[in-house]
């Protein structure tokens, strides 16, 4: 009868946040084939600790918490995999897939360009509106680096982007 309970607790879990947990991996890869993987790949690690992240005060803040890591590792991946092909070849190509506009084009190579606890904290914060506290569990920080970390970001990006884009970007009205 345990099993029957974890799992349907499981599974109502998975329904209720494994598109949020897609969302996430998306903002913070900048990989929309990669975010739904990066998310299956979480919960598969968060089922083989349910028992533990059951029991958990925050459980979503854990399963954000394995999302950015695993964001992470593949972004550092890929790093060293660019780093490679760059090796072998001058130049790279540029191209975008899909039919989006240039602004998007640019706050995703923006959001690209911050390292990465800048860019989780920006898109905890903004993107998924997430209050300072739950982007400090998510990403197992202080409250207090996620409000640094998050203030050097949106600087970065009013640098990157301009200030009216970037302001934008997280809602203010100019």
Not at 35 to 50: G, T
């Amino acid at each position: 009868m345990i099993v029957d309970r974890a799992s349907t607790e499981f599974h109502e879990f998975f329904e209720r946040h494994h598109a949020e947990l897609a969302r996430l991996a998306h903002l913070l890869t900048g990989e929309a084939d990669a975010a739904d993987d990066l998310a299956a790949d979480a919960m598969v690690a968060l089922w083989h600790r349910w028992d533990r992240v059951r029991r958990a005060d925050h459980p979503l803040a854990y399963a954000r918490g394995v999302v950015a890591n695993l964001a992470r590792g593949r972004i550092r991946g890929a790093v060293r995999e660019r780093r490679r092909v760059l090796l072998f070849w001058s130049h790279r190509s540029e191209r975008a897939d899909g039919p989006d506009v240039a602004a998007v084009l640019d706050v995703r190579d923006a959001l690209a360009r911050l390292p990465f606890r800048k860019r989780a904290c920006v898109v905890l914060r903004h993107a998924l509106d997430l209050s300072e506290r739950e982007t400090a569990q998510a990403l197992g920080v202080s409250v207090g680096t996620v409000k640094s970390q998050t203030s050097k970001g949106m600087a970065e990006l009013q640098r990157l982007l301009g200030a009216r884009a970037a302001d934008e970007l997280v809602g203010r009205r100019s």
